[in-house]
């Protein structure tokens, strides 16, 4: 059974930092492709940045460009997503995903509370 557990979570005023992690355990041989998801209160969930297994391709939502960037460390099952220049509607539940091995099974951990005072 694969298990995500995400930190670094909080409450910070507009224009601070914070950096996400997500640690994978449990039976895995690769990672397809990892991301990042959030959701505010009240909207539907959105993806907020992803990456390839291998690192070679990221993507991310226009409204965090320039501003949140995905990364990982393979030796550890570690997707982290740093975000500068927090602004209040980066407020929300943020949650990680991993899709993983031949199954091509997403896994998600159970969401890191972002908060971000105006």
């Known amino acids: 059974q694969v298990q995500l557990v995400e930190s670094g979570g909080g409450l910070v005023q507009a224009g601070g930092s914070l950096r996400l992690s997500c640690v994978a355990s449990?039976?895995?041989?690769?990672?397809?492709?990892m991301g990042w998801h959030r959701q505010a209160p009240g909207k539907q969930r959105e993806r907020v940045a992803d990456?390839?297994?291998?690192?070679?391709?990221?993507t991310y939502a226009d409204s965090v460009k320039g501003r949140f960037a995905i990364s990982k460390d393979s030796a550890k099952n570690t997707v982290y997503l740093p975000m500068d220049s927090l602004k209040p509607e980066d407020t929300g539940v943020y949650y990680c995903?991993?899709?993983?091995?031949?199954?091509?099974?997403?896994?998600w951990g159970q969401g890191t509370q972002v908060t971000v005072s105006s």
């Open positions: 995903m991993m899709n993983i091995d031949k199954t091509w099974t997403s896994y």
């Open positions: 990456m390839t297994g291998g690192g070679a391709a990221t």
């Open positions: 449990g039976s895995i041989s690769r990672i397809n492709f």
